[in-house]
Antibody
């Protein structure tokens, strides 16, 4: 069965970076796109960007350009999202989400809580 | 970037009520709109795609309509399991996506 298993919770200091992983199983990793979405505590969903695991091509929300990097390692069917220069308002649950194409998002990771605090 | 404005941001309703949630796009997006439901502590679940097509397995009391810049999600008879937060998602500028701000449906 399709599973997206994300890395565990992180606590970071302001100014640091965080790298969240999303390991896919149960399907051909390179056959589906992957989005990253975050949700601050008690807030709504915010789209961060997209990666094509086959080509490695990326597309980021304008807000995150210059400080988010999405990569993948096809040998281990894992996508990564790295966010740099963390601030307290980056405290959120970060999700990966599989896309069959055309924003047909059908599976989500369980979420990774990133807490930014001094 | 395309902005999506959802209204209301929160509402109280009773079981059996008809509920309508609106989403407005800052520019025309044809029918490239989906609706998601999220319950506390859970991941979002897609209900509607292409503005008005019901996702397989979703109860028929959910329906979507609209095109261009104005869209509606309707729950014809609210059930206890429908109390949740609902989000619209535009994908006209795919792979760029934009979520609406969300509508929390609470029990009156």
């Amino acid at each position: 069965q399709v599973q997206l298993v994300q890395s565990g919770a992180e606590v970071k200091k302001p100014g640091a970076s965080v790298k969240v992983s999303c390991k896919a199983s149960g399907y051909t990793f390179t056959g589906y796109y992957m989005h990253w979405v975050r949700q601050a505590p008690g807030q709504g969903l915010e789209w961060m960007g997209w990666i094509n695991p086959n080509s490695g091509g990326t597309n980021y929300a304008q807000k995150f350009q210059g400080w988010v990097t999405m990569t993948r390692d096809t040998s281990i069917s894992t996508a990564y999202m790295e966010l740099s220069r963390l601030r307290s308002d980056d405290t959120a649950v970060y999700y990966c989400a599989r896309d069959r194409g055309g924003a047909e998002i059908d599976y989500w990771g369980q979420g990774t809580l990133v807490t930014v605090s001094s | 970037d395309i902005q999506m404005t959802q209204s209301p941001s929160a509402m109280s309703a009773s079981v059996g009520d008809r509920v309508t949630i609106t989403c407005r796009a800052s520019q025309g997006i044809s029918n490239y709109l989906a609706w998601f439901q999220q319950k506390p502590g859970k991941v979002p679940k897609r209900l509607i795609y292409a503005a008005s097509s019901l996702q397989s397995g979703v109860p028929s009391r959910f329906s979507g309509s609209g095109s261009g810049t104005e869209f509606t999600l309707t729950i014809s008879s609210l059930q206890p399991e429908d109390f949740a937060t609902y989000y619209c998602l535009q994908h006209n500028s795919y792979p760029q996506l934009t979520f609406g701000g969300g509508t929390k449906v609470e029990i009156k």
